[in-house]
């Protein structure tokens, strides 16, 4: 199975003062990297659009973990826009949907983010 390039790049418009993320390509071991670091340290209240994430694999589900777990205590979980079935089937398989809050698209998380 051949990967689609990562790509990761802030949304200009922030949601309810939170950083947002269009990621585009595969989430695997070799985009991690590239992931963290331009998410590092910006965990708090993170808003990721993985509309453009067609697959990810365990490397990519534990990154997400990784972001999610702190955040777990704040009143800001992490925020996923537009996951893909396949993405969605395989952070329910791993068992770490509820780590996360889910969105179909961005206006969706807006209005619900910033209520």
Known sequence: MSQEPFHIEEVPDAIAGRRVFRLSGTLWLSSI????SVVKGDADG???DMSGVPIIDSAGVAALV???VPQ???PHPLALVG??????????????EQFFKFFWNLEEAKAELEK
């Open 66 to 68: 990784a972001l999610a």
């Open 72 to 74: 777990q205590k704040e």
């Open 33 to 36: 990297p590239q992931f963290h």
């Open 46 to 48: 993170l808003v990721l």
């Open 83 to 96: 996951v893909s079935e396949r993405v969605r089937k395989t952070l329910h398989v791993t068992q770490v």
